[in-house]
């Protein structure tokens, strides 16, 4: 320790055996080129409880309201956006970067499913392979003109969303559950994780959270009583949306067209997008 420490890393240019890294130390600068106002995370404990479902509507949502969205898809183990979008191809790149593909309703995507020659071919890359590849998607794309970027973020606690954490700046970060995922203590450990990382938190989105009887509309909690307002008490955090599960929503990610999508699911985390994080 150094001699007169006053115990704050961030003043001190002493590199002693005490020192302790601040997070954001490894934080990467995007493309020269690029032109992102804010960077919006959207995580969850596990995989499958709708995260990229999420990310698709925020940035399908926050398009129709005239911003101009995009989304780095950091899901590269299980790439879902260009599927729900009905992007194929590949990525194009030239000698100053990589351009994202871009939709008909002008959301611009990269992920790692367009650097692939097959969709179907499975990524078996090892964690460092495919932090690395969600660091160029920030440093070697060329996002141009964006307000919101939304980052599907890989799923759970481990390396790869670490990584993310460490090196893409969030401006806010929704955190997506099930009501089934809550009763596990995995939306806690992704809410600590946050925390840890010095990542502020917009909201939850609790997802699959009932069906609605198409008969008699009584909402039916599939996956059980939700935990969430308790969860969000206990982190002093707002439950942003309570997302039912909607077969013409899996219809349209089905079909590529989740652009077509006029759901009302998200209104209120979108409003909170805009205040928390103003342009
Ligand atoms: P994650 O990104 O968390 O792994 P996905 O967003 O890929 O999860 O969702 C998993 C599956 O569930 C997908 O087939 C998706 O279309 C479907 N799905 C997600 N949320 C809903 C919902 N609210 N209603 C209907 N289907 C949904």
Not at 37 to 42: A, E, N, Q, S, T
Not at 139 to 160: E, Q
Request: hydrophobic content about 40%; aromatic content about 6%.
């Amino acid at each position: 320790m150094a001699e007169n420490c006053t115990h704050d890393c961030s003043s001190c240019g002493e590199d002693c055996a005490s020192r302790q890294t601040d997070p954001k130390d490894f934080l990467e600068a995007p493309h020269p080129m690029s032109s992102i106002k804010k960077v919006i995370g959207v995580a969850s404990g596990k995989g499958g409880v709708g995260k990229s479902m999420v990310t698709s509507l925020l940035a399908v949502m926050l398009g129709k309201k005239g911003y101009r969205t995009a989304i780095l898809d950091a899901d590269i183990t299980g790439p879902s956006i260009p599927k729900a979008f009905g992007i194929r191809g590949r990525a194009v790149s030239d000698e100053d970067g990589i351009y994202p593909a871009e939709t008909p309703d002008g959301v611009s995507i990269i992920s790692a499913n367009m650097l692939l020659e097959e969709e179907t071919a499975p990524v078996i890359w090892r964690g460092p392979m495919i932090a690395g590849i969600v660091k160029q998607f920030w440093t070697d794309v060329v996002w141009s003109d964006v307000d919101y970027l939304f980052v599907d973020m890989p799923p759970g606690t481990g390396d790869v969303p670490i990584t993310v954490f460490q090196s893409i700046p969030l401006d806010g970060l929704i955190v997506v559950a099930s009501p089934q995922e809550l009763v596990g203590m995995v939306v806690e450990k992704a809410l600590n994780m946050a925390k840890t990382m010095n990542v502020s938190v917009t909201g939850l989105i609790e997802n699959m959270s009932y069906v609605q009887c198409p008969d008699c509309g009584r909402k039916i909690p599939v996956f059980g009583e939700s935990h969430i307002d308790e969860i969000a008490k206990d982190f002093g955090l707002k439950v942003l949306a309570k997302m039912p599960i909607d077969s013409q929503l899996t219809a349209l990610c089905d079909k590529g067209e989740i652009e077509k999508a006029d759901v009302n699911y998200l209104d209120a985390a979108c409003e909170e997008i805009i205040r928390v994080c103003a342009l």
